[in-house]
């Protein structure tokens, strides 16, 4: 489908079934067809749908959206409210899923919109790309359980997708999420960020529970996701990582970045790699497991981490699996004391995880036994015997570091005095220095000799140069040589005469 200008699609049928948009299908064992817009613009909101499925053991087709301005996927439709708007790929039995990929300046998902790749069978999902070159914007949610989003998930035995946004500003407000999922044995995939400005992740929607977030998680599934797809009340698939690389973090208003796994398997590794990271409002960091090994959290910034407000890094155990390990790398880490935010790698019943803390600085945090309601960093077990280890790495300071030690002598007096023919000639020679010298009295004043100034006017007598006549007016001597400088006299009386050789 190539439109030059803009390509929209809007709206189903009355009872919701039929939508518009772009479908291509495969039902048996042939690869389905592949789906590529390219526009200025392309706008899917009502209810409508690019998608490309499979039925069967043969692969779904891929999905290619060039949108060189922008591209927006609005809501949901009004008949349906199932029928969100959506731009996918998905498989829905033993055949994987293909891939999408979204190239644009923009990209806007909003009020329950969803840009997805999936698998419900045994098959893979298919990798999901966005290149966005300004920004990519995921706002709002639809009900308690469907948020916007850009998400991979796998509902079956096969592996969900990997999930890459490219852009210069990652924008998630009021429940918007990127997630990796999986709710069934198949293992989530991962979420990898670059976002070279920054990363804002904010709030949550007036009257539900979702925050926005990015995740790899293996959620507690509903009894209505339960019965729509025959799933186990528990997942056994394991949690995909999270990677996010980014100018600035900023995690604010009960907002979460997290790997977290709530059924058998274990968590994932979380890691971010920022100039500054900033918690606040109940901004979280979290890596949590109720029955599977803890997940990991990896904090690399290039300046600061602050923590303000009840925010705190989890990486913590419920069930039967061991705390996960916190590894902090920064110049500056900060807290208030009486605010409640916390370090924590925790277990309920087993052994607790390890923090490690590389800093310049630490200000406002202390190591406590256990959590209080001041700012801590713990690592607590199901007993004292079983508790993990805090370290903290505070750089030394040498107040004498980078001194250097001067020489007894600093100046050669010797070279103070000019090479003159006095000096050489004289046994007594001195040199005084008195007074302001050359220095002005004032810094707008102009520098002022250090000696008395005359004015040399022509000689009025009529004889020629060099010839001068003595008091004995019948008598000439002729002289000897010219001068060559101006010189004072030690009574003050200023001469012309010639150095010494």
Known sequence: MNAAQSLSMSATSLDGRLRSGLDTQTVGSGTGADIAISTRELIVQGGAAVNARSFDIGQAGNVTVDASDWVQVLGFSPFDLFRTSNIATAALSSGNSGDLRLSTKRLTVRDGGSVAVSTLGDGDGGELTVNALDSVEVLGVRNTVQSSNVSAATLGAGNGGKITINTARLVLQDGGSVNSSTVATGNAGSAIINARESVDISGRRLGFGLPSSIRASAPIISNQLQQAYQLLPVSSGFSGDVTINTGRLSVTNGANIEVSN?????????????????????????????????????????????????????????????????????????????????????????????????????????????????????????????????????????????????????????????????????????????????????????????FPTYELVPSTSDLPIGIQQSNNSNQLHAAIVEPDGIYQLSNGEVVLGRSCR
């Open 262 to 450: 709530q059924g058998l398997g274990n968590a994932g590794t979380l890691q971010v790699n920022a100039k500054s990271i900033i918690l606040d409002g109940g901004g979280a960091i979290t890596a949590a497991t109720a029955s599977g090994e803890g997940g990991n959290i990896q904090l690399q910034m290039r300046d600061l981490l602050l923590m303000r407000r009840n925010s705190e890094i989890t990486a913590s155990a419920s069930g039967t699996g061991n705390g996960g390990n916190i590894n902090i790398n920064t110049p500056f880490l900060v807290a208030v004391p009486n605010e409640n935010s916390n370090i924590r790698a925790n277990s309920v019943n087993l052994r607790g995880g390890n923090v490690t803390i590389n800093t310049n600085s630490i200000f406002g945090f202390q190591f406590r036994p256990q959590s209080t309601a001041l700012s801590s960093i713990t690592a607590t077990g199901g007993n004292s015997a079983l508790n993990g280890t805090v370290r903290i790495n505070v750089e030394n300071f040498t107040p004498t570091s980078g001194l250097v030690e001067l020489p007894s002598a600093l100046v050669d007096t010797n070279t103070l005095i000019a090479n003159s023919c006095i000096a050489r000639n004289s046994q007594k020679s001195r040199f005084i220095i008195t007074g302001s010298g050359s220095l002005p009295t004032l810094p707008d004043e102009l520098v002022n000799s250090g």
